[in-house]
C-alpha cells in the first residue's frame, strides 16, 4: 500500500456521490472524514499504531486519572 494525500478528483467523486441538498457543512465533514481516514491509513503504514491490548492498558489508565 502506497500513502496517498487527498486529491481533487477524490474530493470531487465524494461530493457527487451526495445527495443534492447537502448543506456546505456536509460536504466540509465529508472532506475532513476523507482527509482522516487516509491519514489513519497512512499511520497504519508507517507503523503509528497500537495493539488491542495496549489501547485497553492505556484507556483503563486515563480512567483512574
Not at 21 to 29: N, V
Request: proline residues 2%.
Amino acid at each position: 500500500m502506497t500513502s496517498q494525500i487527498i486529491t481533487r478528483d477524490k474530493i470531487v467523486e465524494s461530493i457527487q456521490a451526495m445527495p443534492d441538498d447537502a448543506s456546505t457543512d456536509d460536504i466540509i465533514e465529508r472532506i475532513i472524514f476523507i482527509k482522516k481516514i487516509e491519514d489513519g491509513l497512512k499511520d497504519v503504514e508507517e507503523g503509528r499504531v497500537f495493539s488491542h491490548d495496549e489501547v485497553k492498558t492505556k484507556y483503563q489508565q486515563w480512567l483512574r486519572k
